[in-house]
């Protein structure tokens, strides 16, 4: 089992900004791609966003312009900034070694009024 630890969840406004963050232990965390995932109440999870072990970026196309991934090798955490939210994207986020079959608990992210 690899811990992956996620944080920094919580209620937001229409309009304001999360940071969410992602520890993983048990791993070669620097040869890994890693994504951020999101499972809304009644639908399938989706990919939100991925970065490659070299720091390659990509993004589903109802976040971009709006999150961004980033990854620190040295601390073995890959972040999701999160700005202009919206209430659709309400969901439990993950994060997920690409290629592995480890899931952390993940962190609610509800964007309410």
Known sequence: QVPLVESGGG?????????????????????????????APGKQRELVAS??????TSYSDFVQGRFMISRDNGKNTVALQMNNLK????AVYYC??????YWGQGTQVTVSS
Request: aromatic share 8%; glycine share 12%.
């Open 11 to 39: 209620l937001e406004q229409p309009g304001g900004s999360l940071r969410l963050s992602c520890t993983a232990s048990g791993i070669i965390f620097s040869t890994y791609s890693m994504g951020w995932y999101r499972q």
């Open 87 to 90: 209430p659709d994207d309400t």
């Open 51 to 56: 970065i490659t072990n070299r720091a390659i």
């Open 96 to 101: 997920h070694p690409i290629g592995t079959l």
